[in-house]
């Protein structure tokens, strides 16, 4: 079994086709939702597999007809509730197991908004969350590595390997665990 994290689906979500990007591309490079929906499905089942979970930190759909769409994706889902996801908790439970306003992991907080930043100083390795679609937040002039952005707009309009994250925390992952124990 793996573990996988993603990020605003914003599935039925029209209006998003039309964002742009600062620097003025489409923020999603589709011409329709049908090609989204697609695309997000495609990568979602070529990497999850039906034993894998997958943590979904907000935004999944727009009205109920995409939110049924989640039943044709791979996996275990948990949902960490997002500033969009404003149907009823049983409604959601149809497709996920779970539904939560944050998850705790191997010394991560996983959100949907970041936190702030004296909250990721405290006991916390990190910040995975959603929500600044392909933004990044910065310290001053340099991107700050105590955040990791889950939103599709970031990884390909996939899903990211739990261990992937990890590494990028500097958190040994179970395989350089056991390399380490066979050295």
């Known amino acids: 079994m793996s573990a996988f994290v993603t990020a605003d689906?914003?599935?039925g979500h029209s209006k998003?086709?039309?964002f742009i990007t600062p620097d003025g591309s489409p923020l999603r490079p589709f011409s329709s939702l049908e090609e989204m929906h697609q695309k997000i499905e495609e990568n979602w089942?070529?990497?999850v597999r039906s034993k894998d979970v997958v943590y979904v930190l907000g935004d999944v759909a727009f009205d109920k007809t995409a939110l049924a769409l989640m039943s044709r994706f791979n996996g275990r889902k948990v949902l960490i509730r997002g500033n969009h996801d404003t149907f009823k908790a049983r409604e959601y439970l149809e497709y996920f197991e779970d539904?939560?306003?944050a998850y705790?992991?191997?010394g991560l907080i996983f959100t949907h908004i970041p936190?702030?930043?004296g909250c990721v100083n405290g006991g916390y390795l990190g910040n995975v969350h959603g929500h600044l679609h392909c933004h990044e937040i910065y310290t001053e002039e340099e991107k700050d590595r105590r955040?990791?952005?889950a939103c599709l707009e970031r990884n390909n309009y996939e899903p990211v390997e739990l261990d992937k994250v990890k590494e990028y925390f500097g958190?040994?992952?179970r395989k350089q665990e056991e390399r380490s124990d066979d050295e």
Do not use: A, C, E
């Open 9 to 11: 689906l914003h599935l």
């Open 16 to 18: 998003i086709l039309s």
């Open 45 to 47: 089942n070529r990497k």
């Open 99 to 101: 539904i939560r306003g």
């Open 104 to 106: 705790f992991r191997n």
């Open 115 to 117: 936190v702030y930043p």
């Open 147 to 149: 955040y990791f952005n």
């Open 171 to 173: 958190i040994l992952t």
